[in-house]
């Protein structure tokens, strides 16, 4: 069994009705930046805080997704 935690910037970005674009503009971090991010599954601690302060995500955990895989 393997445990991914990532957060999933499609689905932040479908939730809330925004565009890369406009995640970027929201949270001062780079559009290219967002897209590793969404493209890579991996983040820092720091941008996560960003992204979950320019939401108004009181808890920015609740950002994080986790897949479990049964082999």
Same mark, same amino acid.
């Given at each position: 069994?393997?445990? =991914? ?5 499609? *689905? ?18 780079? *559009? ?5 991010? *969404? ?17 108004? =995500? ?14």
């Amino acid at each position: 069994m393997s445990v =991914e935690i990532y957060v999933d910037i499609e *689905k932040i970005l479908k939730s809330r009705g925004l565009t890369l674009t406009q995640l970027a503009d929201k949270t001062g971090i780079h *559009k290219q930046a967002l897209s590793r991010i *969404k493209i890579e599954r991996a983040i820092t601690f720091r941008t996560l805080n960003k992204i979950a302060s320019a939401l108004g =995500e009181e808890d920015p955990m609740s950002l994080i997704s986790v897949e479990v895989r049964t082999k």
